[in-house]
């Protein structure tokens, strides 16, 4: 059985930093995509980041605030996140795919995470 659990998340200050971790088990994920959506009240769900070997893809409202990375070893990937702003409060989910396909398509992904929540105070 495929687990994806995150953690990392928590409140933070406008201008802060946060970074999530997100952990796969059951499953190697090493050559396919990982990556991060997320959620917030009365919103639809939204990319935010993937990565598939050395290709990476963001949503152009965290590119140059955000990266993403992983260790295809430890079957984890990462989100660091800077510069926080109060829009970037949300739910994030982690999400990984068994297969190919456009990083930000969020029906590439087979697997999703619980969830870990960040909140930006202002």
């Known amino acids: 059985q495929v687990q994806l659990v995150e953690s990392g998340g928590g409140l933070v200050q406008t201008g802060g930093s946060l970074r999530l971790s997100c952990t796969a088990s059951g499953r190697t994920f090493s050559t396919y995509p990982m990556g991060w959506s997320r959620q917030a009240p009365g919103k639809e769900r939204e990319f935010v980041a993937a990565?598939?070997?050395?290709?990476?893809d963001y949503a152009e409202d965290v590119k140059g605030r955000f990266t993403i990375s992983r260790d295809n070893v430890k079957n984890t990937v990462w989100l660091r996140m800077n510069s926080l702003k109060p829009e970037d409060t949300a739910v994030y989910y982690c999400?990984?795919?068994?297969?190919?396909?456009?990083?930000?398509?969020?029906?590439?992904?087979?697997?999703w995470g619980q969830g870990t929540q960040v909140t930006v105070s202002s």
């Open positions: 999400a990984a795919s068994r297969g190919g396909g456009k990083l930000s398509d969020p029906g590439i992904y087979d697997y």
């Open positions: 990565m598939r070997a050395i290709y990476t």
